[in-house]
């Protein structure tokens, strides 16, 4: 079992379970493979940060539920919570660091929180069995600790959340206590309340985060015979919901909807954003609503994508959406590349070096320009305008299924933007064209490269 992190622009992985010796260094993190160490089935997993920065981890599957972090410094055994068959684990952290994990179990949601080896579980809502389509848990805790469930009811296909009990705060109406308090304390024991999100809404993949104020935001598929629907759904006074669909997609039988998974997350600031695996195509899309609705989006190298996640800062500005290539059986990330502008792939990066532009070897030859993509390469790696003068460059990406852009920067540091696509999220998904307009520009040696491949992609735009 492995964790991954980012650090001063640096992908790094850790073991969170434990490793044979060398030379073999094969992992032995229980649950997750058999006597001969092939992986099994039916393993989910999830991971949260608390307010010291520490990870909690946890992963479900035939074998039960684990939990391991790095509180006292590293990760030590793991915790077996669980030895019975579950799914759909979620993990949240109180603010002092106190664990609450979801998963499923024996047709039920089930819920347990502690420390240490001790965990107390109980069950928070029967539901009722129903198909193979993607059933996952999403937890999350309030700024008081309070834990909220979203869940999905296979076998009514609703989406379901479950709010436990608390306390009231001490001086609040009904409490007896003498002393105001910034709100209610959960209480393990108290029991569960459990209302309807969206009657007949599917909930399969589903997703929850908490805005400042501790409403529940929750997206979902709603699967039907002919449609897929991406829906997101919000809860601004108890038990009240309010849903809206953000995008479709063709249904489909051979469509791979174990990989149905989606994200949402919600800023300081109210804006929602949203992500979600597009089994129709093959994609991961990524939306933000900032006024009357979502705009959907495609995510860069997000071609054989699934299973995406999603987190966003409190202010907005850092958005870091990670998904699974099966193509390729890699684990990718994409984040925001600056404020105001779009996704843009972020494999794990070389030494800070820049990519130095070949040798202008071409002249302009009129206002008219082409390059075409095949693979991961453009057709040539230099381009020309004559100075002074708005020409056009009109880029094929025969490339099918991988998609693709054509970007002009000042230079290979890739900050200026001069022409071409607008940003990383701006590609062509092949096979097809888009022809760019560009606005005159001083004479010079600049830059252009895929956005989506800038190390891979690249060559010398000649202005002259």
């Not at 979203?150 to 009990?165: I, K």
């Not at 990519?355 to 991961?376: D, E, H, N, Q």
Request: with cysteine.
């Amino acid at each position: 079992m492995l964790l991954a992190s980012q650090s001063k622009g640096l992908w790094g992985r850790i073991s969170v379970t434990k490793q044979q010796a060398t030379p073999t260094a094969v992992g032995v993190a229980p649950g997750i493979s058999d006597s001969k160490g092939y992986a099994i089935g039916g393993v989910d997993t999830g991971v949260a940060v608390d307010a010291q920065g520490k990870h909690h981890v946890v992963w479900s599957g035939p074998n039960g539920v684990y939990y391991a972090t790095d509180a006292a410094g590293s990760t030590g055994e793991p915790v077996q919570i669980t030895d019975q068959v579950a799914s759909g684990v979620s993990v949240a952290v109180t603010s002092t660091g106190t664990p609450w994990i979801a998963y499923y179990q024996n047709d039920a949601v089930q819920v347990a929180t502690g420390g240490g080896s001790k965990f107390t579980t109980e069950t928070v809502a029967a539901v009722a069995p129903g198909g193979l389509l993607p059933a996952r848990t999403s937890i999350k805790v309030d700024e008081n600790g309070v834990p909220m469930i979203a869940y999905t009811n296979p076998g009514t296909q609703t989406p379901m959340l479950a709010r436990q009990a608390a306390t009231p705060a001490p001086g609040s109406p009904g409490s007896g206590g003498p002393s105001p308090s910034p709100g209610p304390t959960p209480v393990p024991g108290a029991g569960w309340t459990t209302e309807t999100i969206e009657a007949n809404g599917g909930g399969f993949g589903i997703s929850l985060a908490l805005d400042k104020d501790s409403n529940p935001h929750v997206a979902y598929y709603m699967n039907g015979a002919t449609q897929t629907e991406i829906h997101v759904a919000e809860s601004m006074s108890a038990s009240s919901w309010e849903s809206s669909k953000v995008a479709s997609f063709a249904a489909g039988s051979k469509q791979d909807v174990q990989g149905w998974a989606t994200g949402i997350a919600v800023d300081d600031n109210g804006v929602n954003y949203v992500t979600w695996a597009d089994t129709a195509t093959n994609q991961i899309l990524f939306a933000e609503k900032r006024g009357a609705g979502f705009v959907p989006v495609t995510v860069p190298n997000g071609f054989h994508g699934t299973h995406p996640a999603l987190a966003v800062s409190a202010d907005g500005k850092g958005i870091a959406l990670a998904w699974y290539d099966t193509l390729n059986a890699n684990l990718d990330v994409a984040t925001q590349v600056a404020e105001g502008r779009s996704l843009a792939f972020s494999p794990t990066p070389a030494p800070s070096t820049t990519t130095a532009p070949p040798p202008a070897k071409c002249s302009p030859s009129g206002t008219s320009l082409s390059i075409s993509a095949v693979g991961v390469a453009f057709s040539t790696d230099c381009l020309a305008a004559p100075a002074g003068t708005a020409f056009t460059l009109t880029f094929d990406n025969k490339a099918t299924g991988i998609p693709h852009n054509v970007d002009i920067y000042t230079d290979s540091s890739a900050t200026t933007h001069l022409g071409g696509a607008k940003d990383g999220g701006d590609t062509v998904l092949g096979p097809a064209q888009a022809k760019y307009s560009v606005t005159p520009l001083k004479a010079g040696t600049y830059y252009f490269q895929c956005d989506i491949h800038p190390t891979q992609m690249f060559g010398a735009f000649v202005v002259k």
